[in-house]
Each structure stands twice: as C-alpha cells, then as structure tokens.
C-alpha cells in the first residue's frame, strides 16, 4: 500500500470521527472539538498531497496548512467567546436548551 493512501485513509478516519462527534454531542465545547479535528483531518490532506506532488519544493500544501491554522485559531477563540456568552445567559452549554439569540 502506497502511504499516501495510509495518510488519506487514517485522514478520513480523523475527519469521520470528528465529523460523528460535531454531530452527535450536546456540548458545545465537544461540537467545537469534532469541528477542529475535522479541520485538521483537511490539514493533514494538504501535507500528504504536498508530501507526494511532483514538485514537493513549491511549499503549496505548507502555505494552505498554515492559513487553515491561522482560520482554525480565530474560529476556536470566536466559537469559545459565544459559548461563554451563552452559558452566562442560559447557564447551559447544551446546544438543545439554547433555542433563541435574542437577548
């Protein structure tokens, strides 16, 4: 087995997990965590792809990676500022409970 195909399977399986978790959980600091493993399972694509292109030396799938970093960060501070935010409001981080944003 070629491993670009172990990196694309064990990505897949990361995305799968994070994707099951994003989906299944109530808390929203565990929906967070299933969303950041899915951005790092497309992480890990973009340096197996690099890794494996013709042209390893362009630093392509080095560029996109650090990018995505950077767009994971601001999500996760964004994403933990709202879950502050609501819980002081709702005192809950129950993403059921919450069914309104008005103030």
Do not use: C
């Not at 494996?52 to 080095?62: M, R």
């Not at 999500?75 to 935010?85: K, Q």
């Amino acid at each position: 087995m070629n491993p670009l195909h172990q990196y694309l399977l064990f990505s897949a399986l990361l995305f799968s997990v994070g994707l099951a978790g994003a989906l299944t959980r109530r808390n929203a600091i565990l929906v967070l965590i299933g969303v950041e493993l899915m951005l790092n399972a497309a992480n890990l694509n973009f340096i197996a792809f690099w890794r494996y292109s013709p042209n390893p030396e362009a630093l392509n799938g080095v560029m996109f990676v650090i990018f995505s970093i950077a767009i994971a960060a601001a999500e996760a501070a964004v994403g933990l500022a709202l879950i502050i935010s609501i819980y002081r409001h709702y005192k809950t981080t129950n993403v059921d409970e919450v069914n309104e944003l008005k103030g």
